[in-house]
């Protein structure tokens, strides 16, 4: 194939390659300014006003989206490891362990749409002008405009179902231990901060409803042994689970501030989403206290600290848990990863002794920028103070294929005498080889030893500082197994240990196996031709290509994959079914050819033609997705009488004709809508448009057509208006 060199942006600035330029300048621009018209009505009447900040793919990939797609917990059942808990307890004055298991969800029966038949209202249960009612069953709805007094009796309440909005944001809301409050469906329950920061009855939260704290503090405080099973949407500024209380969520939690697990065997189960703080202020915090029980199997983002500090603490990971900075200093026998833990900033880990470790089951994965075992590192405590910690016993136990990834610096200062005995570092426990991968393995401090490498581990990194002898004791200590053959760095072994570790949702992956994510340096281009005038033809396959910058990034070139549309068009000055004749010239393609868009019955339709390919040497913009949105796509149209090449636009916040995607896209079949083609599942199994929720900002660039799980219920009502 040849390669077809652009020397500027003004070689694809010609009058066109079926006509001359002898129509005059104003009717063409006007001719385009119809077409363009007459397309962005047809787009949005297809699907709805573009989001002003819509960028088309082409902008910058959001790190973290509060409102993103999220995945579920059953998209990590098949990855996750299976490492169960253990609870400390005494018996006969010694400290012992024992299995602990974290509860179930509530029956499915709890979560309801409606009040069930002959249930009285809160008004005729209570009385009019009476300030409550002892125990008994009613609803509560908009209509009662007084305070809420459920004061129960002989450690009995009642029972209260609640529809519709209802605000007691000024109003008192008072419901005795005991109670079962049903939320229902598309209820709203907004609360002021005595009521919320005191709830002590049981809260079953139906799909769609939605618990607001309104006040000063905007906490959510669950307390004695209340019980909140949340199948909705909490909105709050902390949110705290104490005492022997529980809080299982199904639907998503967000707060501006931090999530509190206290003492005395509190739980905090996560089967949907929860977010603490904002990417902004960094101010999101995860506490774990006493004997506070944590276990999250969906995902979690705290922007902030994640803070486990107790010998007592069970915190477990099945499913994605991402912090800015993990602070683990304690004994804990249950500080457990069986899946994908990522930090953003700082790992820190320093524990009292050789009973605790940090544990990661097989096949699980931690991502994090900087590593720090035993110190030096500054960490907050439960009440936002600094701690200094200068070295100290730390040790981190590995499963079959688990990777623990360090992107810049890991720091090991382990110094306890106890370090060989103990095997304070880094240790692989399966029966197949864990991984800790590191850009830089660096000693902070001189001393009896800084880490320990056992089992079956293998060490992975640029550079790792040299052994030596502090004393009679060397700064790397070898166990079980493990030697200087098991690490790959200057001064070491060359090149990497041949192990991979497939990429999964709970690990990123190490060694030659490919990820299962697509090249994040080719970016594919979809587009439709501007010939729609009615929404049922976008289909986003008229012309795709794919992008991908060469040779120190100063060639473009542009990979031909598909082109669906029947008039003349070129991508950067190309006519894409000429250059598809070229590749493929037994076929009799002509421009009036359909090439892989599959077959409709259409003879001028051809499927598993050889892509086209050529090259640019001109390249306009700083990275691949600017580059991608600047090749200019032009369509030949027939206006009246006249012919004019039409520029595909793609402009922020406007209808576009042009949409980036990674390449793993599976573009339309022909005549497909991609509404079609591509839905979106709510936690009921209801389907909706992800094109048209991405056109309206509702998902993010890559999540309209890389389904993850359930989209939340406040994407729902945004797309439905309701």
């Not at 640029?462 to 197994?481: D, K, L, M, R, V």
């Not at 499927?607 to 997705?625: D, H, L, M, R």
Request: hydrophobic share 35%.
């Amino acid at each position: 194939m040849k390669k077809y060199l652009m020397t500027s942006v003004a070689a694809i600035a010609f009058c066109g390659l079926f006509t001359s330029c002898t129509h005059e300048i104003g009717f063409e621009a006007q001719a385009q300014k119809n077409v363009i018209e007459t397309y962005q009505k047809a787009f949005v009447t297809a699907f709805g006003q573009p989001d002003p900040e819509n960028e088309w793919g082409f902008g910058e990939s959001k790190a973290v989206s509060s409102r993103a797609v999220t995945r579920a917990k059953s998209d990590y059942a098949d990855y996750k490891g299976s490492m169960q808990p253990v609870e400390w307890y005494q018996e006969n004055g010694q400290w012992k362990t024992r299995p602990y298991t974290f509860p179930s969800d509530a029956a499915s029966s709890n979560f309801l749409a409606n009040v069930p038949s002959g249930v009285k209202s809160y008004a005729e249960v209570s009385g009019y002008g009476q300030s409550g009612y002892a125990k008994g069953t009613s609803y509560l709805d908009p209509s009662w405009k007084g305070d809420v007094n459920i004061w129960g009796s002989n450690n009995s309440g009642g029972t209260l179902y609640i529809k519709g909005n209802n605000d007691f944001s000024s109003r008192s809301f008072y419901v005795s231990p005991n109670t079962n409050v049903y939320l229902l469906e598309g209820a709203t329950l907004k609360l002021r901060d005595d009521a919320a920061s005191t709830i002590k009855f049981n809260l079953y939260m139906a799909p769609t409803a939605k618990l607001i704290a309104k006040g000063t503090t905007g906490r959510v405080k669950l307390d004695n042994t209340a019980k909140l099973y949340n199948h909705g949407d909490i909105e709050c500024k902390s949110f705290e689970v104490n005492n022997t209380s529980l809080f299982y969520n199904c639907g998503t939690l967000t707060t501006s501030g931090e999530v509190f697990v206290a003492n005395r065997q509190s739980v905090l189960v996560n089967d949907g989403t929860i977010t603490s703080g904002t990417p902004e202020r960094k101010t999101g915090r995860l506490v774990t206290a006493g004997s506070g029980r944590v276990q999250n199997n969906a995902e979690w983002t705290v922007y902030g600290e994640t803070i486990i500090n107790s010998n007592a603490n069970i915190w477990v990971n099945n499913g994605h848990f991402t912090t800015e900075n993990y602070t683990y200093t304690a004994t804990s026998s249950s500080v457990i990863n069986n899946c994908f833990l990522t930090v953003h900033e700082n790992f820190c880990i320093n524990i009292a002794d050789s009973r605790g470790s940090f544990k990661i089951d097989s096949g699980g994965g931690v991502l994090t920028k900087n590593f720090y075992g035993g110190g030096d590192f500054v960490a907050k405590d439960n009440n936002g103070n600094n701690v200094t910690f200068q070295g100290g016993p730390f040790k981190v136990e590995m499963g079959s294929k688990a990777l623990f990834k360090v992107t810049e610096t890991a720091m090991m200062n382990a110094l306890g005498s106890g370090i060989e005995e103990n095997g304070y570092g880094f240790h692989g426990v399966g029966s197949d080889y864990a991984v800790l991968q590191a850009k830089n393995i660096v000693q902070t401090k001189e001393g009896h030893g800084n880490v320990a490498y056992g089992g079956k581990l293998y060490v992975s990194a640029e550079t790792h500082f040299p052994q030596g002898y502090s004393g009679a004791y060397p700064y790397i200590h070898y166990q079980n197994g493990c030697s200087k053959n098991n690490i790959y760095a200057a001064g070491f072994n060359s090149g990497k240990p041949k192990i991979t570790i497939p990429t999964t949702p709970c690990n990123p992956g190490f060694g030659d196996t490919p990820p299962d994510v697509s090249d994040p340096d080719v970016i594919r281009v979809i587009c439709e031709d501007l010939s729609v005038t009615q929404n049922s033809d976008f289909d986003f396959n008229d012309v795709v290509f794919d992008v991908k910058l060469i040779e120190n990034n100063s060639k473009v070139r542009i990979t031909l994959r598909a082109a669906g549309g029947t008039l003349p068009l070129t991508v950067a000055g190309e006519e894409v079914h000429a250059l598809f004749k070229e590749v493929n010239p037994n076929l009799g393609i002509t421009t009036m050819s359909m090439i892989n868009t599959e077959n409709t019955g259409d003879k001028y339709t051809f499927i598993g033609c050889v892509p086209a390919t050529f090259e640019v040497n001109n390249i306009w913009g700083s990275s691949v997705k600017e580059v991608a949105k600047n090749i200019p796509v032009l369509v030949y149209k027939l206006i009246g009488e006249e012919k004019v090449w039409v520029e595909l636009e793609c402009e922020k916040g406007k209808a576009t004709a042009k949409v980036a995607v990674q390449d793993d896209y599976s573009w339309c079949d022909e005549r497909t809508h991609i509404n079609n083609k591509y839905t979106l599942e709510d936690m009921r199994g209801n389907e909706y448009p992800g094109f048209t929720m991405f056109v309206r900002g509702i998902v993010d660039a890559d999540e309209w057509y890389r389904y993850r799980g359930p989209i939340t219920d406040e994407m729902v009502r945004e797309y439905t208006g309701q």
